[in-house]
């Protein structure tokens, strides 16, 4: 198994910047990529961006490129979702997972391991 702790949620303004941390653990090496996705309440779980472990390459939907950077330690075992530039929009419980294939990142059905979330809260 894979673990995953979120962390670095919390209430911002609009226009301001949050970083969250993806912290891995476990049989990390079944992992080939990370992803991060936000879900608002009553709405689906949406994909936001993701990174492969090697090689770094990064992924984004068009509602935060530009605005956010995924970035990951591949010593500490760690991804980071820098937000900046947040809009009310992006308020919302985001969650990191795992997913051990090549490819259809965007897909939460890629993903066999997810965190618990953490709560990102855009105030306007």
């Known amino acids: 198994q894979v673990q995953l702790v979120e962390s670095g949620g919390g209430l911002v303004q609009a226009g301001g910047s949050l970083r969250l941390s993806c912290a891995a653990s476990?049989?990390?090496?079944?992992?080939?990529?990370i992803g991060w996705f936000r879900q608002a309440p009553g709405k689906e779980r949406d994909f936001v961006a993701a990174?492969?472990?090697?090689?770094?390459?990064?992924y984004y939907a068009d509602s935060v490129k530009g605005r956010f950077t995924i970035s990951r330690d591949k010593a500490k075992n760690t991804v980071y979702l820098q937000m900046n530039n947040v809009k009310p929009e992006d308020t919302a419980v985001y969650y990191c997972?795992?997913?051990?294939?090549?490819?259809?990142?965007?897909?939460?059905?890629?993903?066999?391991?997810w965190g618990q979330g953490t709560q990102v809260t855009v105030s306007s």
């Open positions: 990174i492969t472990w090697n090689g770094g390459s990064a």
């Open positions: 997972a795992s997913s051990p294939y090549g490819g259809g990142w965007s897909s939460p059905r890629q993903y066999d391991y």
């Open positions: 476990g049989r990390t090496f079944s992992s080939y990529a």
